[in-house]
């Protein structure tokens, strides 16, 4: 069954389960238990793995944390709700604890189904009503209840209107009112199994006021709901999609997650909430660093998984995009996107010229996307038939899909440009498609326009309950060892604000050292004498949750060098290097082999001891300093594989970066990895198994868009050196050629940029000036090949660019045979792009004057003889172009006086050089050239 141990979790009073009994001994619920049971295995042939406490809690375990345990591995709750059940602290806690876990769970906000043991409406509190009056009420109105008196504390009184209120907000369509029966006590499901084997009384008329037929039929309706409902969750497992498993400490925020799905499925306040409407929703979520924004979109996508079963959900890395064809572009890529419509025949398809035009791609992968959200309708119908953990036992009863969906999570967008109105306006506006926007930003930045459905979500400190709830879940056994140091975790959150980085790397740090004794009355001593947790004054129109941000901020970097302070030197080095990378997607073979150069004995593994590696990613990870990027996958002994992919918060990064005391030596260590893996995979591609490097390909071409961009100034203090550069230019060349050549030229611009700030420093160094005519050509090159608009122009003006600069390093180096070949090229591509033909035949005559230099100096030389007579070819076609036949025949004449003595001396050209001499052999076989 998935991760879930448990089908059901039954929470209820203790109280109504001891009075009325039926004749076996048993109470409501215990025969309530029993009956659904058998009814479900009679329905659909399974066993309905149910929690109840009775029979689930050993003597002597502590309730709360097996209770606590029994909540998270079970997929659905049922509450038995009563007056002793809203007013009961346990009850109540019971309910809370569900809630605040449910969407880590892929259950959404419907995973809750109330069972009323008296009428609905009366567990409903009056805004001002006292509750012993409410009592006082319930039990007149139903004096067979055995309410119990109980004198409740304020928190109580508070937990129990809370309640009240979060009842009245649930979804309440799918509840099951028993009010008339429990009165009667348990004996009736007793008395309902004989009677519904009685012909008589299965052909008689209904009584909806308390009848067996009645109390059948509601049972029934019940136990299909509880099977809709678990097919319903097999749906969230059939979900495609590359969004990581939900964080597995993520509490509470279900009112911020339930509102995300109003707005994503119904429409916000603007739309009236009366549904789709034809137009594709747009929600977005924005904070400062560190609230969580990004953890709670992943969160959704989790929990609301199964509405998304044939679309999928796809998260966009959006740090720097400013055309969502970027982003889409990346997705293209990936193979779980890609087997998406394989699955269903439908393939995508990106040829070069789409791939050059970024609009395009958007326009293909769009298209793409809502064919095949539809046409795995019937495919995921089928599979859902098929699944393992079915529990309807007829297809009618099967959950329908009433809208294929897809949802894009468009993370970290900080270009407005990404969601202007221009753009925005290309994207499909259907029901097919939902988008949610995490961000930054002040969300009135963008010029999306009406397209937001309702105003953007933005996230706040965690209340200080779930951030309570947050370092117990990190608690060993996920609990307190005393009410004392419950109260200590209660002022860790209050001198933290909530601020969720914050708490978890205060809860991290704790769970890591619980077994040195460290509690939490211990650290928020150590937060008061060291962190200086002093009141912050509100600035001049500052919010009191602007203030409660700015001042848990400030706790951050102190809480991450308390981490950083325990870490063992090796793993501080990776932390470092992971600091320097691009925050999403750090490749952890990466930092395991940058970590050895740097570590290589503390590292090296012993024969007969356990690998060494693995324990530096545990104690990273157990920080949450990374975080995995990919979703977790067992081996076969059943341990959890180290992850492909890691994350580092931008927070962290940035702090790490800054205040790592061997900074200058991390990058340069960063910089010879890279520009060897660039090295490596420039003479090794193509070069027989070149797989591993290939597989290399995406990581480098991500981490170099990232150094390259200024947007990691802000986590990157350290320019990019010139080998690195380089190396960002080999997978720029790659991508351009064999994959998309829009990125590769996004990356080129950004190569030219660093090699034109490296000129500029060192204004007389040739090879700085090389190296930057070198990206000016590359430029001009996929420019040419593009041939969009306005391309032609700007690809001459790279290439003059270029030609300038050579010219320069020509004239400083007259004697240099590279310079003076570097400027040929040059002149060689700005004669094949020239549109004036004369212009054109004067590049080639400059070339053609710099080639037969370079052969009356290298006489022997075969490459530079050749390099004349190709020259000479070049410069007669360019002649006859301009209408100068003369000039024409001269060159003609000259290539032939080159390529005949070297076929009568024997020398072996190339087969086009023989097919040349032979045509010129034939002009000229009356005699040789003047």
């Given at each position: 069954m998935s991760d879930w141990a448990k089908h059901l979790f039954l929470s209820y009073a203790r109280k109504d389960n001891e009075h009325p009994v039926n004749d076996a001994g048993e109470g409501w619920v215990t025969a309530f238990d029993r009956e659904l049971r058998e009814r479900h295995k009679a329905y659909s042939g399974r066993e309905l793995n149910i929690f109840f406490d009775t029979d689930a809690i050993d003597p002597g375990v502590d309730w709360r944390r097996r209770l606590s345990q029994g909540l998270r591995q079970s997929r659905l709750l049922l509450a038995f709700l009563s007056p002793n059940y809203i007013t009961s602290p346990n009850c109540l806690w019971e309910w809370e604890e569900y809630l605040r876990y449910e969407h880590s769970s892929a259950r959404g906000d419907d995973g809750l189904t109330p069972i009323f043991f008296i009428t609905p409406s009366d567990l409903s509190l009056g805004e001002k009503q006292q509750i012993a009056d409410w009592l006082t009420d319930i039990k007149a109105k139903y004096p067979h209840l055995r309410i119990a008196d109980r004198l409740l504390a304020a928190d109580d009184e508070q937990r129990t209107r809370q309640f009240s209120a979060d009842l009245s907000r649930r979804n309440r369509t799918s509840f099951f009112e028993l009010q008339p029966w429990f009165e009667q006590g348990p004996q009736v499901l007793q008395q309902l199994d004989a009677a519904e084997r009685s012909a008589e009384v299965k052909a008689a008329g209904r009584n909806p006021e308390g009848d067996l037929r009645?109390?059948?039929?509601?049972?029934?309706?019940?136990?299909?709901?509880?099977?809709?409902?678990?097919?319903?969750?097999?749906?969230?497992?059939?979900?495609?999609?590359?969004?990581?498993?939900?964080?597995?400490?993520?509490?509470?925020?279900?009112?911020?997650?339930?509102?995300?799905?109003?707005?994503?499925?119904?429409?916000?306040?603007?739309?009236?909430?009366?549904?789709?409407?034809?137009?594709?929703?747009?929600?977005?979520?924005?904070?400062?660093?560190?609230?969580?924004?990004?953890?709670?979109?992943?969160?959704?996508?989790?929990?609301?998984?199964?509405?998304?079963?044939?679309?999928?959900t796809w998260e966009l890395a959006c740090e720097g995009v400013t055309h969502i064809g970027a982003a889409l572009l990346k997705?293209?890529?990936?193979?779980?996107?890609?087997?998406?419509?394989?699955?269903?025949?439908?393939?995508?398809?990106?040829?070069?010229?789409v791939r050059a035009d970024y609009a395009a791609v958007a326009a293909e992968?769009?298209?793409?996307?809502?064919?095949?959200?539809?046409?795995?309708?019937?495919?995921?119908?089928?599979?859902?038939?098929?699944?393992?953990?079915r529990h309807t036992s007829s297809d009618d009863d099967l959950p329908e899909i009433e809208q294929p969906r897809a949802l894009l999570l468009l993370d970290n967008v900080d270009q407005p440009e990404l969601l202007s109105a221009a753009q925005v306006g290309q994207w499909p506006a259907a029901e097919w498609l939902e988008i949610l926007v995490t961000t930054r930003l002040d969300p009135t930045r963008f010029g999306i326009g009406d397209r937001w459905q309702a105003p953007p979500l933005e996230i706040d400190p965690l209340p200080d309950s779930d951030a309570l709830e947050l370092i117990r879940d990190y608690q060993p056994n996920h609990c307190f060892t005393s009410p004392e140091e419950e109260e200590a975790a209660a002022r860790i959150v209050e001198a933290l604000g909530g601020h969720t980085l914050a708490v978890e790397l205060a809860a991290a740090y704790l769970n890591v050292h619980a077994g040195e004794g460290l509690q939490p009355s211990v650290f928020v001593h150590r937060l008061e004498q060291e962190a200086a947790l002093t009141v912050i004054t509100p600035l001049p129109g500052e919010s009191e949750v602007a203030t409660k941000i700015r001042h848990a901020q400030k706790r951050v970097p102190e809480l991450i060098d308390w981490s950083l302070a325990r870490l063992s030197p090796p793993a501080r080095t990776a932390l470092n290097f992971a600091a320097l990378l691009?925050?999403?997607?750090?490749?952890?073979?990466?930092?395991?082999?940058?970590?050895?150069?740097?570590?290589?004995?503390?590292?090296?593994?012993?024969?007969?001891?356990?690998?060494?590696?693995?324990?530096?990613?545990?104690?990273?990870?157990?920080?949450?300093?990374?975080?995995?990027a990919d979703g977790e996958r067992m081996k076969e002994d059943g341990t959890t594989e180290l992850p492909t992919l890691v994350r580092i918060h931008r927070l962290t990064a940035e702090h790490v970066a800054a205040n790592d005391p061997n900074g200058a030596e991390t990058w340069q260590a960063l910089d010879e990895f890279i520009t060897a893996v660039g090295t490596m995979f420039e003479r090794g591609v193509?070069?027989?198994?070149?797989?591993?490097?290939?597989?290399?390909?995406?990581?480098?071409?991500?981490?170099?868009?990232?150094?390259?961009?200024?947007?990691?100034?802000?986590?990157?203090?350290?320019?990019?050196?010139?080998?690195?550069l380089r190396a960002a230019h080999v997978a720029a060349n790659f991508e351009a050629q064999h994959s998309s050549l829009a990125r590769g030229i996004a990356l080129t611009e950004k190569v030219n940029d660093g090699f034109e700030r490296l000129l500029a420093d060192s204004p007389d160094s040739a090879q700085a000036a090389r190296d930057v005519s070198v990206s000016l050509n590359k430029l001009g090159d996929f420019l040419s090949t593009r041939g969009g608009p306005g391309?032609?122009?700007?690809?001459?003006?790279?290439?003059?660019?270029?030609?300038?600069?050579?010219?320069?390093?020509?004239?400083?180096?007259?004697?240099?045979?590279?310079?003076?070949?570097?400027?040929?090229?040059?002149?060689?591509?700005?004669?094949?792009?020239?549109?004036?033909?004369?212009?054109?035949?004067?590049?080639?005559?400059?070339?053609?004057?710099?080639?037969?230099?370079?052969?009356?100096?290298?006489?022997?030389?075969l490459y530079y003889q050749r390099d004349a007579a190709v020259s000479f070819g070049r410069t007669a076609r360019y002649a006859n172009a301009a209408g100068n036949q003369e000039l024409a025949g001269q060159c003609l004449a000259g290539c032939f006086s080159i390529l005949d003595p070297l076929v009568k001396a024997g020398y072996e050209l190339d087969p086009a050089m023989r097919q040349l001499h032979a045509q010129l052999a034939a002009m000229f076989q009356d005699g040789g050239p003047e």
């Open positions: 009645t109390l059948a039929d509601r049972l029934q309706q019940l136990d299909r709901h509880i099977a809709w409902r678990l097919d319903r969750l097999a749906l969230a497992d059939l979900a495609p999609g590359n969004v990581a498993r939900g964080h597995e400490h993520f509490v509470g925020r279900h009112r911020e997650l339930s509102t995300l799905h109003t707005i994503l499925t119904q429409g916000g306040p603007q739309s009236g909430g009366s549904g789709m409407g034809g137009r594709g929703m747009i929600a977005a979520t924005h904070s400062p660093g560190g609230l969580g924004k990004t953890a709670l979109a992943r969160q959704y996508c989790h929990a609301y998984a199964e509405f998304y079963a044939c679309g999928g997705l293209a890529e990936r193979s779980d996107f890609q087997r998406l419509g394989a699955e269903v025949g439908i393939p995508l398809r990106l040829p070069d010229e992968v769009f298209d793409y996307l809502r064919v095949v959200t539809a046409a795995r309708q019937q495919r995921v119908l089928e599979l859902l038939k098929a699944h393992p953990e691009q925050p999403d997607q750090i490749p952890l073979l990466w930092l395991k082999i940058l970590t050895q150069q740097q570590h290589p004995e503390e590292l090296q593994d012993q024969e007969g001891y356990p690998a060494k590696w693995p324990g530096i990613w545990r104690e990273l990870h157990g920080l949450r300093l990374l975080q995995r193509g070069q027989g198994d070149d797989a591993w490097l290939r597989w290399q390909h995406p990581w480098l071409l991500t981490q170099m868009e990232f150094l390259l961009d200024p947007v990691a100034a802000r986590y990157v203090p350290h320019e990019p050196m010139a080998n690195m391309d032609a122009e700007q690809a001459l003006e790279y290439y003059m660019r270029s030609l300038e600069v050579r010219e320069r390093l020509l004239v400083n180096s007259p004697d240099s045979a590279l310079a003076a070949r570097d400027v040929s090229v040059s002149l060689t591509k700005l004669a094949a792009v020239a549109t004036d033909h004369e212009k054109a035949l004067q590049y080639a005559l400059r070339d053609l004057e710099i080639a037969l230099n370079l052969k009356e100096r290298n006489p022997q030389s």
